[in-house]
């Protein structure tokens, strides 16, 4: 499988506006033939930026798009030109911001989650496959 990339933030609330402020590219991709990566960025009670890219694509030979988990119980916001890319080139992969489908259990569920205009999330089928499992 691809690389698994974990930032995690435990400060106290209100501290800083952001525990976890991404504006580069978090790249978790792999460049065998094994699906993409994993990335999961978890804020405990505090709040997430994402205006960077998040990539756990697989976009090489059979591989499928890998996963992207955004969490907290503080919130999220989707900066214009963020880009959560989970696509996979014989299958999407999975994103997942702010809790799980529904409201289910396994994943913390975010107080507000705003997407901007001009943030994208791309759970891709390539070339051939299913389109993948994206949640906001």
């Not at 809790?99 to 705003?114: S, W």
């Amino acid at each position: 499988a691809g690389r698994t990339v974990i930032m995690t933030a435990d400060v106290a609330k209100g501290i800083v506006d952001n525990a976890i402020n991404t504006t580069g590219i978090v790249d978790a991709t792999s460049a065998t033939y094994a699906d993409g990566g994993d990335i999961i960025l978890s804020g405990g009670e505090n709040n997430i930026l994402v205006g960077g890219t998040l990539d756990a694509s697989g976009k090489n030979g059979t591989q499928k798009g890998g996963s992207i988990k955004v969490e907290t119980t503080g919130d999220i916001k989707l900066a214009s030109g963020a880009k959560l890319d989970a696509s996979g080139n014989t299958g999407g992969g999975s994103v997942k911001v702010g809790g799980n489908a529904h409201g289910a259990a396994g994943m913390a569920r975010a107080a507000n989650v705003t997407v901007e205009q001009g943030a994208a999330i791309d759970v891709s089928a390539i070339n051939s496959g299913n389109g993948g499992e994206a949640v906001v």
